[in-house]
């Protein structure tokens, strides 16, 4: 027995109709093209995500744990609130000012005469420290006693 065409049906039959058995190439095609839109639409919601982190970290930001840290809230709790908070930290540059400290600190110690870093541990005892200066040492006194003025000479 043959198969024929049912007269109803039109001779020319589209491409994407397969024939009988035969593999489905739209239905294929239209599979990979599913998988590759949600990898693709996923790995843009994860870029968008770390969006404040990736920020942080190229501004070399102090807040960089807080915003990575935020982040990381956010996508646990999708509570939006936390990416916003986290990316306007990432965007803000706060002022370091443990470096400044930190530096007239050293410039304390140094002309102290104290090594650094071991100027809180205690306070030598005598009362003339040694500064050394290139070629020689230059007595810092400790304790600077203020010029008197005329007053004050006269009632001493």
Request: glycine share 8%; proline share 7%.
């Amino acid at each position: 027995m043959t198969a024929s065409l049912n007269a109803a049906a039109p001779h020319n039959l589209p491409i994407f109709i397969p024939a009988p058995g035969g593999t489905d190439v739209l239905m294929v095609i239209m599979a990979v093209f599913l998988v590759l839109s949600v990898l693709a639409v996923g790995l843009l919601f994860l870029r968008l995500h770390t969006l404040p982190e990736r920020i942080a970290h190229r501004g070399h930001k102090l807040q960089f744990e807080i915003v990575a840290v935020l982040g990381l809230l956010a996508l646990f709790t999708h509570m939006h609130i936390f990416w916003v908070i986290g990316l306007l930290l990432a965007l803000i540059d706060i002022p370091d000012f443990g470096g400044t400290l930190n530096r007239m600190a050293g410039s304390l110690e140094r002309i102290a005469g104290v090594p650094p870093g071991k100027g809180a541990d205690e306070a030598p005892d005598d009362s003339i420290a040694s500064v050394s200066r290139g070629e020689g040492t230059v007595e810092v006194p400790k304790t600077i006693a203020l010029p008197r003025t005329a007053k004050e000479q006269s009632h001493a």
